[in-house]
């Protein structure tokens, strides 16, 4: 009979332990996946961000079912391409993840200019979206089915204007931003930031997405009398604003958005990045137990280093199977009720939504040192 007990208890804690162990496989027998979408920019200048984004995906996947999946159904991500800042391909992507594969839940759209392209048309049919766009507007238009991971623009522009005053002491200041909604929204706020905190700037001036030579905005907004740069730019953009500045000898210094310490746009800028300021919602050196584990993990499967878009829709990923689980299946509006009663600490920050969608209320003051962007500080609101 003990024998017997014995060979009984060892086969329970063998079951717990399949359950529980990292890297071991979790049968869910007959059971159909659950599955959910993503609008990501898998092909044109925006694919290697893209990448990322399906990197962080897979990795949270992985997770996920490995500790029993959801509702004990094995998850399943399906992708289209929204070319990250193309506003047809987005509307493209967004309409087949929501009537060919019939997602009750989305990953993205992730750029401001393809979520509000977007949200009217998921908004209608009940569609969730989770979403790294950091634009002001995009939880701004009363759509009750938007959920955003990363910290608002209305939240990083008056960090970034009281960084860049109080520590860089930045004081004849231009502002540089892409035209579209983005950088529109952008720039406005960190003109209010910066009133906010005593400055006005010497000069506001755009440029398009997809421009190549800047030579004649970054020499205008010297003539104006710029010292200083905050930039709300995409990261190649911004790599070449770097790069032509130091070719033409300008002392200007630079802070801005994410993009400023993305390894995109480190390698591009190359040793004009050293010493760039940006507020950015994760970097691999935050000093956080949950960023260490991220890291770590993330380097194990995929030989190099997260950034931003793998680890917004890593905690996208998994926040998704927290409210659906919560929710007890996919109906929209009992998965809006569990996003606004979540409580969730993952990698970008400790998660708690408001009625208009916005999640993450913190954002990390970065610094561009040696080549690799350095945490300096959080600030959270």
Known sequence: MMRWRSIAAAAFVGVLLLMVLPGVQVSFGA??????????????????????????????????????????????????????????????????????????????????????????????????????????????????????????????????????????????????????????????????????????????EAINAGDKDFTAVLSKMVREGAESVITWIHDIEAGLVLRQARELNLKLRFAGTTSLSE???????????????????????????????????????????????ASAYYDATWLAAKVIESAKGTDPDKIREAFLRLRYSGVLGDYRFRPNGDGNHQIHIVEVRRGMAEWVATIKF
């Open 31 to 204: 059971a159909e996946p659950l599955t959910i979408g993503a609008a990501a920019p898998l092909t044109g200048p925006r694919a290697l961000l893209g990448r990322n984004y399906r990197q962080g995906v897979d990795l949270a996947v992985e997770e996920i079912n490995e500790s029993g999946g959801v509702l004990g159904r094995p998850l399943r991500v399906v992708f289209e391409d929204d070319q990250g800042d193309n506003p047809l391909a987005a509307i493209n992507a967004v309409s087949r993840l929501m009537n060919v594969h019939k997602v009750p839940l989305m990953l993205g759209p992730h750029y401001s200019v393809a979520q509000l392209a977007t949200q009217k048309t998921y908004c209608q049919a009940k569609v969730i979206s989770i979403t790294g766009a950091s634009g002001v507007p995009v939880t701004a238009q009363g759509c009750p089915y938007v959920f955003r991971v990363r910290a608002s623009d209305a939240i990083v522009a008056p960090a970034l204007a009281r960084y860049v005053k109080e520590n860089l002491k930045f004081t004849k200041v231009a502002i540089l931003y892409v035209n579209d909604d983005f950088g529109r929204a952008g720039a406005e706020a960190a003109s209010r930031a910066l009133a906010a905190v005593g400055l006005r700037p010497v000069a506001v």
């Open 263 to 309: 390894p995109s746009f480190i390698a591009l800028a190359g040793d004009a990045a050293e010493g760039v300021i940006s507020a950015n919602d994760f970097v691999p050196t935050v000093p956080t137990e949950a960023v260490k584990t991220f890291v770590r993990r993330y380097t194990v499967r995929y030989k190099m280093l997260p950034e931003i878009w």
